[in-house]
Nanobody
Framework: QVQMVESGGGLVQAGGSLRLSCAASGRTINSYPMGWFRQAPGKEREFVAHISWSGSNTNYADSVKGRFTISRDNAKNTVYLQMNSLKPEDTAVYYC???????????????????WGQGTQVTVSS
């Protein structure tokens, strides 16, 4: 079992920044690809960013490319999402997720992940 807890969400003005953290416990996540997703009210959960187990490969949704950065500190069993130049359309609950399958996947679909955090709310005011 992997337990993950997101933190760092909050209310920020457009153009501001936030750094989300996803702290894992119960099992090391060092060998797992990790992802960030978000879900706005009335919308489906959507892909935000993905990072390989080593951190050497990352992938982003077009809507956040150039503004968000995913990273990981395997020594701390933690994954981060640095969000800059925030826009009102970034408002959502943000979730981190772990893929423990050891199967090569794109990381883009929520179905590829088997452990999820409870989410943290990010609200961007205009």
């Amino acid at each position: 079992q992997v337990q993950m807890v997101e933190s760092g969400g909050g209310l920020v003005q457009a153009g501001g920044s936030l750094r989300l953290s996803c702290a894992a416990s119960g099992r090391t996540i060092n060998s797992y690809p990790m992802g960030w997703f978000r879900q706005a009210p009335g919308k489906e959960r959507e892909f935000v960013a993905h990072i390989s187990w080593s951190g050497s490969n990352t992938n982003y949704a077009d809507s956040v490319k150039g503004r968000f950065t995913i990273s990981r500190d395997n020594a701390k069993n933690t994954v981060y999402l640095q969000m800059n130049s925030l826009k009102p359309e970034d408002t959502a609950v943000y979730y981190c997720a772990a893929d423990t399958s050891y199967i090569y996947r794109s990381g883009l679909s929520p179905d590829e992940y088997d452990y999820w955090g409870q989410g943290t709310q990010v609200t961007v005011s205009s």
